[in-house]
């Protein structure tokens, strides 16, 4: 039985793919400033809104009678400029927290990032403990720490549960040796996404989104005592074929863009 609603932003986007199917036992609200959905049909319980969530009537009306808003919509590219991360990862997360509480939202789980505490992996300080002040390692990274503290703001003032989620590197398979620590496999993805959703007295939360694997960088215990998170993917079984540039997939000194 269908019993909740759940908006997904960035609908159109690459994590969004990889989410999706996960989403099947809900009935889904999908929204992008571009179509994201190839089929004329959209699937059962499922409803198509194009439109750009900056803008505030938009915004405010697609989070009508949701339950839950999952928001992937962003800039998602660490080397961006502050210039084009403002709107996208700053006004954009304030314009749908403010939308979610005045449309009495249970909960808003924000896309966040393995970046707000790159910082502490780029000086060989891991794992990395969700409960540490956040260090990004870039102005993308703060641009996540930035939603975050705003979502727990909200979570404060307010009866809307945050859930934040440090996603790491979404793909079917690590790029290179450099990102295996934090890999996150599309159906560790899913199982997260769905356990955010799904559990139960989580005022606010934040969690490190990656799969269980052997290089052991993220500290992933609070979710899984949480919110249930029982990840299943390994990045080691892909050792052999990776190319073995160990560089990490976060970023290095240097100046900041
Ligand atoms: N891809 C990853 O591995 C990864 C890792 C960590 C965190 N994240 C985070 O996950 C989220 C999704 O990332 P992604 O890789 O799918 O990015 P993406 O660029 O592939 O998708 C983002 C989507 O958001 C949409 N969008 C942007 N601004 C919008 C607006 N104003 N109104 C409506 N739609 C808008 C874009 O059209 C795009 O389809 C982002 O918040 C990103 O920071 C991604």
């Not at 890999?183 to 199982?191: K, S």
């Not at 290089?215 to 005592?225: K, L, M, P």
């Amino acid at each position: 039985m269908i019993e909740r609603t759940v908006l997904l932003t960035g609908a159109a986007g690459q994590v969004a793919r990889h989410l999706l199917p996960g989403l099947s036992g809900y009935a889904r609200r999908l929204v992008d400033v571009v179509q994201p959905l190839p089929a004329a049909d959209p699937p059962e319980h499922t409803d198509v809104r194009v439109g750009d969530l900056a803008d505030r009537a938009f915004a405010t009306e697609v989070v009508q009678g949701v339950d839950t808003v999952v928001h992937l919509a962003a800039n998602p590219r660490a080397q961006a400029s502050w210039d084009a991360l403002r709107t996208p990862n700053v006004d954009l997360v304030a314009t749908i927290l403010d939308a979610a509480q005045r449309a009495d939202v249970r909960r808003v789980i924000l896309a966040s990032s393995v970046h707000a505490m790159g910082g502490y992996v780029q000086q060989e300080q891991h794992p990395v403990d969700p409960f540490w002040p956040p260090s990004p390692c870039c102005a993308y990274g703060a641009t996540k720490a930035f939603a975050e503290a705003l979502g727990r703001t909200y979570s404060y003032r307010t009866g809307l549960s945050v859930v934040c989620l440090r996603f790491g590197a979404v793909q079917d398979r690590p790029f290179a040796v450099g990102s295996m620590p934090s890999w996150l496999a599309p159906a560790d993805l899913r199982h997260l996404v769905v356990r955010a959703i799904e559990a139960a007295d989580v005022r606010f939360g934040v969690y490190h989104g990656v799969s269980a694997n052997t290089r052991h960088e993220w500290d992933t215990s609070n979710a899984r005592a949480e919110i249930g998170y029982a990840p299943t993917g390994d990045s080691e079984v892909f050792f052999t074929e990776l190319d073995p540039n160990p560089r990490r997939s976060l970023c290095p000194r240097g100046p900041v863009a």
